[in-house]
């Protein structure tokens, strides 16, 4: 892994140059170009018992080019930082991330020909980092997740770059009135099932971004569909949603990448959501086990934590006789982890007992009935 101390070309242009408007022109376009190539993710079902009269789905966000939801994000943040005119031609963009943001703004940095830098935490899988550098990037590590961010803004002043501040800009950059975001897109795609508008839907927030998107999306449009946030054990998220503090803190980095932060995100929107659900981290990883029994996919641990509550809820409306439908989301997929959530001596080493967690999903889809 290559480390930037290197000052690259400090490049600060002349906005009214045509160059640069014709450089800025044609970047759009190829960012633009990318998504009419894209085709939709798909919106997966989870089977559960006929008898229930509940429908969970799962929006596969596994099947984007980059292989998570931050594709999504990566495009989006582009599109915000080029048409701000914050990124540049030749210069490089920088973020601090837990891994999933930086291979798929790796992948858009490459796509409009700008250099990038991924500043992350020492822990990060090495299958992210490989597919960082394999979509040319560079890999930047600190030792404490809390200095990411200013390690990543500190090398954006040293180089002249762009840093990209995924954790303040996802909420805004993304357009959660529509055009295609997430949620326009799970209701479009629920459109000829029995349940077309959801009871729930669950997912998880490592920027917040996700979650805002759907909630705002989900008031704007005057459905009556509640949004619940699950967050795993090494998050204040849950804390802070709770006793609405912004400064609230989590002091160990989340063992469920992508997901769970230790300070308030600018861009986790509190007031949207309906609902926080705490899921231990064991209960995250026996999810995401049972998923791939399910729908012979494996996925990432964030999958998992979205599920579990997901079940929970299915649980609660099968306790009080309701029918509906349920959407949670694949976050990415499980190949990224086969060295952690799907590794016996990972689970071993970090104390993580999933046993009584699968025991209990077994149980819930045989009966109806949720254990806790
Ligand atoms: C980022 C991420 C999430 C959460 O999405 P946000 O929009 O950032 O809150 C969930 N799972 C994975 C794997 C992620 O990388």
Redesign the pocket.
Known sequence: MTTTDRPLATVDVDRSDPAYRSWLKEAVRKVHADANRSADTHLLRFPLPDSWGIDLYLKDESTHPTG???HR?ARSLFLYGLCNGWIRPGAPVIEAS????AVSEAYFAKLIGVPFIAVMPRTTSPEKCRLIEFHGGQCHFVDDSRTMYDEAAALAARTGGHYMD?FTY?ERATDWRGNNNIAESMYEQLKLERYPEPAWIV?????????ATIARYVHYMQFDTSVCVADPENSCFFDGWLRHDPDATADCGSRI???GRPRMEP??VPGAIDRMMKVPDAASVAAVRVLENVIGRKA?G??GTGLWSALKIVGEMVAEGRTGSVVT?I??PGERYLDRYYSDEWLAGQGLDIAPYTAAIDRFLETGVWPE
Do not use: V
């Not at 837990?98 to 943001?101: A, H, I, N, P, V």
């Not at 997912?203 to 979650?211: E, R, Y």
């Open positions: 998570s939801l931050k994000l837990s891994g999933s943001t995924q996802a997912a998880t927030a490592g920027t917040g971004g996700t979650s990448e992508g997901i861009s986790f990432g964030s999958t989301l976050c990415d």
